[in-house]
């Protein structure tokens, strides 16, 4: 057995029995949504990191680098990074209320419909999330493939049911089972890149001899493909073109600052300050891991000039390991791509099962409030997890896209749609309903037609489908009338009235 | 090499610790222990006293 599989078995093996004792530790609905509510700040920043560090990020970042040049720094790095920075102002305003919300289309049901029962703009926002992040667990199923499938041999198509055992053991447990693999994931992240960025400088003799040849060369990205022009790899806008990479940088920063995940995720620590702490430490953790993948995907270039015939730039990383590192390091760096897949995976698909589960099923049933009905909720979560899972390892089989290019498309509809909603909800008492629906509507017609047809003037597709989302917001919540009390007081006020606090705990549904 | 990109990167830095310091002195100024007042921008536990 190999130095790979040995690593991987025992990697495996500490991840799924973390999981089964996080499991054990549910009690009720809210343990498995948001840990209830009572997430440190270590606990925090390790889930949240992982979450950054998906296969898009560990993969598809210096797969970028190394075939568009450093222009993927703006259009991706760059782009999260501001994401990161934004989030400690949204991550306050979600968790000031005492009673937070437990999911993403639950704050919208009571920032936009806290009169109805049941409340159609809270299922149309579950069910646009349940499709984008099954798309995201997707994507993970197939870089976990790629990655298992380059070191053992085994077909792509076997490697992805592989993935779907470890993921359901993973999930099983909510929230914080999820909490605390990510951050053991983070951990053996760090690791790896670093071990990959090392062995990368002492191949190639350091970071000179790294951009003289990045920018000077020549060699196409497949064996046998066009040549690049001279020195491309090393400008601004690379391969891209000024519009697609501020499009990218735009999807990426404004679209994941406001992706339902993150929402989510600053509704989880035990007070708005833990919440936007969390976010600041992250951004200052991630440059190092960036820094590594920076380093991995031009000194790549140098190593492995062109990729062979027949794959895309996502298999660099993978290839560069197996065929030039240390078995040891390249077993720990292999590892932290597939730990990179499975935390990602494993909350998207939490969010998937949430968002069909308590936030479309149990919202069209109406169900009554009771303790008995929140321990059937958390049953059902479990089955429709391991539902999704295997429908995103069917979806995955046989299929390839970029990776990170698919994280870009999602992020860039979630913010086109979500932006407004978010953000001027969070920032102005005046948005309303209409106003969200209208916006939600404008972003993503617009999105979807500038991605199809092209934005006009050349502009960047993102800033054309949210900003005319905002706008469109704007002009509506100043000629409709004003949403009720309830439905902003407790993301403004510190001390909210006894009806906004009996209307929160109304539509979480809490057990009386 | 252009080292815009790198620009980019490191504007971001600087914009995320002006938001941060910013939505902490709001907390801070509010004093409550719920939202998680300490006393100070960069912690979110208030030491406790020896007994």
């Known amino acids: ?512 | 090499m252009s080292i815009i990109p790198f620009v980019f990167w490191a504007a971001t830095l600087v914009i995320g610790l002006i938001i941060y310091i910013a939505v902490a002195s709001t907390i801070e100024k509010s004093g409550l222990d719920r939202l998680g007042a300490t006393g100070n921008l960069f912690t979110c536990e208030k030491k406790t006293d020896a007994k």
Request: glycine residues 10%; positive net charge.
């Open chain 1, 1 to 512: 057995m190999n130095i790979y599989l040995i690593v991987f078995i025992v990697y495996f093996g500490i991840i799924i029995a973390t999981s089964i004792v996080g499991a054990k530790k549910v009690e009720s609905m809210e343990d498995f949504a948001v840990g209830g509510n009572k997430m440190g700040l270590m606990l925090g920043i390790g889930t949240s990191i992982a979450t950054w560090l998906s296969v898009a990020s560990v993969m598809g970042v210096p797969g970028n680098i190394y075939s568009r040049g450093v222009c993927a720094i703006i259009g991706w790095i760059a782009g999260w990074f501001l994401a990161t920075a934004m989030m400690p102002a949204i991550a306050y305003k979600i968790r000031r209320p005492a009673v937070p919300c437990r999911t993403f289309p639950e704050f919208i049901h009571l920032r936009y419909d806290p009169e109805s029962e049941k409340s159609k703009i809270r299922i149309f926002v579950a069910a646009i999330e349940l499709v984008g992040y099954f798309v995201f667990s997707f994507i993970q199923v197939q870089g976990f493939g790629i990655v298992l499938s380059s070191i053992t041999g085994l077909p792509y198509n076997i490697c992805c049911v592989c993935f779907m055992i470890i993921l359901i053991f993973t999930c099983m447990g909510g929230f914080e089972s999820v909490a605390r693999t990510d951050t053991a994931n983070a951990i053996l992240i760090l690791i790896g890149v670093i071990a990959g960025a090392i062995t990368v400088m002492q191949l190639t003799g350091g970071w000179g001899n790294i951009v003289e040849n990045f920018v000077t060369t020549t060699a196409p990205l497949t064996e046998g493909g066009e040549p690049l022009q001279a020195g491309i790899l090393g400008t601004t806008w690379g391969t891209f073109g000024v519009s697609a990479i501020l499009s990218t940088f735009l999807s990426n920063a404004f679209g994941a600052a406001v992706a339902p995940h993150w929402v989510s995720r600053f509704m989880a620590p035990k007070n708005a300050k833990t919440a936007a702490l969390q976010m600041f430490w992250v951004l200052i953790l991630l440059v190092p891991i960036f820094a590594c993948l920076v380093i991995i995907g031009m000194g790549g270039k140098m190593i492995m000039p062109s990729l062979s015939a027949g794959v895309t730039s996502d298999y660099m990383f993978p290839q560069l390991i197996i065929h030039h590192l240390n078995p040891v390091l390249g077993a720990l760096a292999l590892t932290a791509i597939c730990a990179a897949a499975v935390s990602t995976a494993n909350s998207m698909l939490l969010h998937c099962s949430t968002s069909l589960v308590y936030d479309i099923k149990r919202m069209i049933q109406g169900k009554e409030n009771s303790t008995e009905n929140d321990e059937k909720t958390t049953k059902e979560l479990r089955f429709w997890i391991l539902g999704l899972g295997v429908l995103a390892v069917l979806g995955a089989i046989g299929q390839f896209s970029l990776l990170a290019q698919g994280f870009t498309y999602v992020y860039g509809a979630f913010g086109s749609i979500f932006f407004a909603l978010i953000v001027v909800g969070l920032f102005s008492k005046k948005m309303n309903q209409p106003a969200a629906w209208v916006s939600m509507f404008v972003g993503f017609a617009l999105y979807l037609y500038c991605t199809i047809c092209g934005a006009p003037f050349g502009l960047p597709t993102f800033l054309v489908s949210a900003g005319l989302s905002v706008i469109s917001a704007i002009i509506v919540m100043n000629i409709t009338k004003k949403p009720p009390v309830e439905a902003y007081e407790a993301y403004f006020n510190d001390n909210p009235s006894e009806k906004t606090i009996a209307t929160i705990h109304r539509i979480r549904k809490d057990a009386v």
